[in-house]
Structure formats: C-alpha cells, structure tokens
C-alpha cells in the first residue's frame, strides 16, 4: 500500500487501497524522532534553531533524497500517464512515498522500529547540521565565498563509490584553482559533494 500512487489506484478495476493515508501518518511518525535527535545532539541550538533544522531534514526535497537512496522510484505502482511524464523521479510522489513508507514501518513493527529507521536514514543529515544550523546550503555558500576571489569556476569530483548496491557510500572532493580543498562522504553523491564543500568552507575561510 505504501507504494501505491493514487493514480494507480484509480486507473485499476475496483477499490484499491493507496498510500495517501500511509503519507499522513508516517509525517507525523518522522517528526518525533527527528526532534529527539536534534534536542539531544544540539543543546546550544534554541528553539529556532531546532525548528529550522529540522524543517530542512523533513522538506519534500530532503525527503525525496532519502527516497532515491533507498530506491523508492523504482518499485512505485503509477498509472500509465504518471509513468510517462516521469513520476518515478518526481521529487513530490518520492516524499509522499517515503513518508507511506515510514507510516508502514510503524503500523507493521512499532515505533521503535519506526525511530530506528528515521534515525540510520537521517543519520548524515543530523550530523551535517552538528556545528552550523544555518549552513544548510553550503554549496552555494563556498561557490559565492570563491567567486569573490576568483573567476574559477568550483569543480567536483566522485573519487570513490563503495559497498553493496543498497548501501553506497560516495567520496566527493571539491576543487577550485587547481587545488583541493575538501573531501566528504554520503549515501549519495549530492551528499558526498555537500560533504566536501563543507570541509571546503573551514578551508577557504581559514
């Protein structure tokens, strides 16, 4: 059920359950999890800061990440014209499906089975927010920081992918003028790359 798009409910013969009901629930079930992490891992951070932190972890783009990661698009049931215009890949059908997912996990195994899943899949994202909660975007930070000093252009490179199928793990460095400035690790290249620029920005700004 949990990976069963409206659409696809819709276009078979006859009543079929989807995961619309599975999203609400599991939206609700992400969120305490999330905040007892961030409570006990950061007792510096204020309540803004909480709350905007965890507002980046839980967005439909960060919960689509999570959902390409685990492979979600690939074992979706879609209609025919979701299927043709790409909802595999659509960033709002992924989230939805993550959040069903997680509201399956708790109905089929407890909370605890739920809290277990949040934290090993947040696990990166808790600790990228470990010093800074206002660098969400620090990518955009670095490339902004360099161009003040030069019109070279930032440049990432995949070093190395390791594990099985199902466990990537990605090493990104990021390098500007011909000089490397920082590497990082993540379950996916994007957050290798985020990794790296942010190991880059205690460089650059050193």
């Known amino acids: 059920m949990a990976l069963t798009h409206p659409s696809a409910a819709v276009e078979l013969n006859g009543p079929r359950e989807h995961n619309q009901r599975l999203e609400f629930l599991g939206d609700a079930v992400l969120r305490l ?9 950061h007792p510096a951070f204020d309540e803004g800061a909480l709350s905007k932190t965890r507002a980046r972890m839980e967005n439909e783009t960060a919960l689509a990440e999570r959902a390409r990661v685990l492979g979600i698009g690939a074992h979706l049931l879609l209609s025919r014209g979701e299927l043709a215009n790409g ?33 090993r899949e947040f696990a990166e994202g808790l600790a990228d927010f470990a010093s800074d909660p206002s660098s969400d975007n ?34 990104c460095a990021v390098w500007h003028s011909g000089a490397e400035l920082g590497r990082g690790l993540g379950r996916s290249k994007k957050a290798a790359e985020t990794a790296a620029a942010r190991a880059a920005l205690v460089t650059a700004r050193g």
């Open 33 to 41: 999890p999330l905040s007892g992490a961030l409570y006990g891992a």
């Open 87 to 119: 909802g595999r890949e659509r960033a709002s059908i992924l989230a939805a499906a993550f959040e069903a997912l997680l509201g399956a996990i708790y109905l089929d195994g407890g909370f605890e089975a739920a809290r277990a899943f949040v934290l």
């Open 138 to 171: 620090p990518k955009g930070q670095l490339q902004e920081l360099l161009q003040a000093r030069s019109t070279e252009l930032v440049e990432y490179r995949l070093l190395n992918t390791s594990g099985p199928d199902h466990d990537r793990v990605f090493e």
